[in-house]
């Protein structure tokens, strides 16, 4: 399996414009998770998904931010307007449901909004 | 929920150094607990695991034993090289049964050759 996949790596984009980025979790996982990562606040738990279904989403940090996922193989996370404090690194994760199983990375997405 | 506290970095060793990184936890059972460690410019890759008390997690070198009595579940390696240097973060789940992960803050160890 080629793991967890993130598009695009890298992102550049004014303050106020919308930006969406995409997750492709590992084939037979029905948990996903997103992230962010800063160096202030570290690695931060936006939203999870079991089954497709959002279960939690107490880790977003305003409506700004909105996160979707159509079917077991993508979701994204589209955040509009975005403004410079987005400005990180956000990791998608996925794991097979079970209490004891790990959760697997994508490489991340870095996100610089100027 | 569960939580955890591993300890501030940086670390900075020279190559061969014996490294501890610790961790301790409060849980309502026995979780999992996990290590993660994020090499520069990646996303985070699991190093180990432990699923019991006293069971020993161990991955290219590294080891953590799951100990129920001290609450901790520290990262050891008897002689670090300097490709060990990255950002390792510990982890359990946010509950029992929860499929969420809680991680430390992260600890970054920099090993000098």
């Known amino acids: 399996d080629a793991g967890v996949i993130q598009s695009p790596r890298h992102e550049v984009t004014e303050m106020g414009q919308e930006v969406t980025l995409r997750c492709k979790p590992i084939s037979g996982h029905n948990s996903l998770f997103w992230y962010r990562q800063t160096m202030m606040r570290g690695l931060e738990l936006l939203i999870y998904f079991n089954n497709n279904v959002p279960i939690d989403d107490s880790g977003m940090p305003e409506d700004r931010f909105s996160a979707k996922m159509p079917n077991a193989s993508f979701s994204t996370l589209k955040i509009q307007p975005s403004e410079p404090r987005d400005s990180a690194v956000y990791f998608c994760a996925s794991s097979y449901a079970h209490w004891n199983t790990e959760a697997f990375f994508g490489q991340g997405t870095r996100l610089t909004v100027v | 929920g569960n939580s955890v506290t591993q300890m501030e970095g940086p670390v900075t060793l020279s190559e061969e150094a014996f490294l501890t990184i610790n961790c301790t936890y409060t849980?309502?059972?026995?979780?999992?607990l996990f290590w993660y460690v994020q090499y520069p410019g990646e996303g985070l890759q699991l190093l180990l695991k432990a699923t019991k008390a006293d069971d020993k997690g161990s991955n290219k070198g590294f080891e953590a034993t799951y100990r129920k009595e001290t609450t901790s579940f520290h990262l050891e390696k008897g002689s670090v090289q300097v490709s060990d240097s990255a950002v390792y973060f510990c982890?359990?789940?946010?509950?029992?049964?929860?499929?969420?992960?809680?991680f430390g803050s992260g600890t970054r160890l920099l090993v000098r050759p």
């Open positions: 982890a359990l789940p946010l509950g029992d049964s929860s499929y969420k992960l809680i």
């Open positions: 849980a309502t059972g026995y979780p999992s």
